[in-house]
């Protein structure tokens, strides 16, 4: 036998290997594979959770024992939102909510009640509490939010992966973002924004017969419009917006506004373009406005037009403007900032502005470094516009209000947009900034001459590093009566029955709010804090006016003086209790001035009894 004999018997098939033997190697394989190309991006979420986790450390060591400092009072109205939420899954949920605000109850689309946040959690809140569940969601909504723009950059502008993970934190933690988390959840569950951007390029490229980018880049074989693509971009972007609005309508509203200033300006910038995709992208576009308006025409009209309903915003314009001097300040919630630049914004939660100069003379140098490209374009224009939107209707310079009008005067007053408040138009520019910088440092990465390779990511590092987040500040809260924690709220209230806490819940003051959150909101409360029709002419209203009786309590809560008491006096208390639908009456100790509350209460309704730690009077 030859030697190239032997070698061919040699390498012949020698024994058989069985099929599943195959498929399994095959399989291990393609999940080696697989984890070798996501490994980055499992690395790059693994850290925004964890900057996220960092950011909200203070509320970690006990969530119900724990209070975001600076914002108090909205945190309580979230938690009690989240537990009115959760009742969707016990089949026991309205949006015209019955445990508020009785008898008239409270209208939950006027109200930024995050309803699908509060569905999706609402496992963890029946489970755990709604003190978790906040906790979860300020964390997550950042975490996410990071994640998600990172995702974007990546997949869909083609960014390398540093680059990408630049803009991400910058999106998940710029400081606007950092300081909305002071209890505003509407407004930081902004991940689903790349999800929208998404499947409107994705209607951009089914609508393209060339294939081409506005660059003239090729993204696919020319051909016919993809029209089933078309439709189904559509339709899934009408499902999106339609969540969007169960999640938060005002990040909604203010995405609309971006996009519409971007389309524009980008259709200016590559006109060819916009000419050969208009006619089937205006297809799937209609598509989208189909879906939206079958899955939102009720709960739109309940929230304009149905009982409690209201059509204006509760705040003023001109005093939720952002100071033209804010923009170049860094907030105190940045590890650069300072307690002095509280004084160009209305609170903590609003810090939407305070970028710090480095960065933004960083954006305007790598703005005009990249203009020609028509994206750049879209996100300058955009990012000019909105900014001077949120001066609002005129301008403020370092506190001063000048005569000089803002833009946002040509929107004052139009329905819907008076929703919004001016200085959040800000927060838009988040995401836009955070584009220029992607495509700034991809192109940098991607040049040949290596000194800007480096040059560029350092100094957008040096720009960045001023406005790193500082953790949230937390407190510790009131420990709640064991009136409400050991149930003993059952012997006098049933579920679905009215409980009146003295005094009852404000705007200023929401604590008593807090009762009913325990307890999974199964019992109402009257008056409260929440948006209503209760101001002049059936406008807004932050909360509703007092009855005579919550007013004694009130000004007892206040001064801590027992009244003296007329017989008119208890035959409105009757009245009240009865209006209220009232089960029972409690004043629990902890309370501010809870001796003078119970003595005037026992002078209003009489005798009451001692259940655990609280004074309770049952009347109905």
Sequence with gaps: MTRSATAAQDTGPGPDVPDEYLRRGSRRSRIAAAARRYAPDVAVSLF????????????????????????????????????????????????????????????????????????????????????????????????????????????????????????????????????????????????????MVWLLARLMQSADPTGSTPDGRIHGPAGPADRRRTVTSGAWLGVVVAVQVFVG????????????????????????????????????????????????????????????????????????????????????????????????????????????????????????????????????????????????????????????PGPYALLNGLPVVDGALPMRFALAVIPLIAAILVLAVDRALRLGWRPGRVLVPTVLTAALLPVVPAPLPGMDREPLPQFITAGHWRDCVSTGGVLVPVPPATPKEPWPMAWATAANVAFGMPEGFFIGPYAPGGEASMGTFKQPTSKIWAEVARTGEVPEITDDERARARRDLARWGANCVVVADGTVHADPLRRTTEELIGPGERIADAWVWRVG
């Design 249 to 404: 309508e005002e990040v909604l509203f203010l995405t609309a506004v971006t996009l519409i200033v971007m389309a524009a300006a980008f259709a200016a910038a590559a006109p060819r373009y916009v000419r050969r995709i208009l006619p089937t992208f205006m297809v799937g576009m209609a598509v989208a406005v189909a879906v939206g308006v079958v899955l939102l025409a009720y709960p739109l009209w309940f929230q304009f037009a149905g009982p409690q309903g209201v059509s204006d915003g509760v705040f003023d314009p001109d005093y939720f403007s952002a100071d033209l001097a804010s923009w170049p300040a860094v907030s105190e919630l940045s590890i650069a900032g300072s307690a002095s630049a509280a004084e160009l914004t209305t609170g903590p939660a609003e810090y939407n502005t305070f970028l710090g100069w480095p960065l933004l003379i960083v954006t305007a140098g790598c703005a005009g470094w990249l203009i020609r490209r028509p994206m750049v374009v879209a996100c300058t224009v955009g990012t000019v516009l909105m900014a001077g939107l949120s001066l609002g209707p005129r301008i403020v310079v370092d506190g001063t209000r000048t005569d000089v």
């Design 48 to 195: 925004f959770v964890a900057v996220s986790a960092w950011l909200t450390y203070h509320l970690w060591p006990s969530p119900s024992g724990r209070l975001l400092a600076l914002n108090p009072e909205d945190q309580t109205l979230y938690e009690w939102f989240l537990a009115s939420d959760a009742r969707l899954l016990l089949g026991d949920f309205s949006l015209l909510s019955d445990r508020l605000n009785a008898p008239d109850g409270v209208n939950l689309m006027t109200n930024t009640t995050v309803i699908a946040l509060g569905f999706l959690m609402a496992p963890v809140t029946l489970a755990f509490g709604a003190p978790v569940t906040f906790a979860l969601l300020v964390a997550g909504n950042l975490a996410a939010s990071a994640i998600a723009f990172y995702l974007m950059f990546v997949r869909l502008v083609g960014a390398h992966r540093f680059a990408a993970a630049v803009g991400g934190a910058f999106c998940g933690f710029a400081p606007g973002m950092v300081s909305q988390s002071n209890s505003h959840l509407h407004m930081t569950a902004i991940w689903l924004i790349p999800v």
